[in-house]
Nanobody, 123 residues
């Protein structure tokens, strides 16, 4: 299993970034996928999750209306479009493969994580 994130960087408040996670080594469409983030001195938190089919999503309250998670099961890719970025969005963002088929509700993270990509939002 391999998850490779890309797309992080430095952006000003109000800007946007699109993170991408390229997955390989497993049957992508059989797993829920998600993005987590971890800021310095804070615990890792779930930002957004998407069902195995891509038909349903969930978000942490702080990013609702600004972030959009999507997936392309033909390309084994999960994306996170981040708009209207705020300094408090600054963190390392990680892609996670869920524990199995995910059809909605509570998301259970799996054991596989990407290496992370840094997102820094300046004020």
């Amino acid at each position: 299993v391999q998850l490779v994130e890309s797309g992080g960087g430095l952006v000003q408040r109000g800007g946007f970034l699109r993170l991408s996670c390229a997955a390989s080594g497993f049957t992508f469409r059989s797993y829920g996928m998600s993005w987590y983030r971890q800021a310095p001195g804070k615990e890792r938190e779930l930002v957004a999750a998407i069902t195995s089919t891509g038909g349903s999503t969930k978000y942490v309250d702080s990013v609702k209306g600004r972030f959009t998670i999507s997936r392309d099961n033909a390309k084994n890719t999960v994306l996170l479009q981040m708009n209207s970025l705020k300094p408090e969005d600054t963190a390392v963002y990680y892609c996670n493969r869920g524990s199995g088929y995910y059809s909605g509700g509570s998301y259970t993270p799996g054991d596989f994580w990407g290496q992370g990509t840094q997102v820094t939002v300046s004020s």
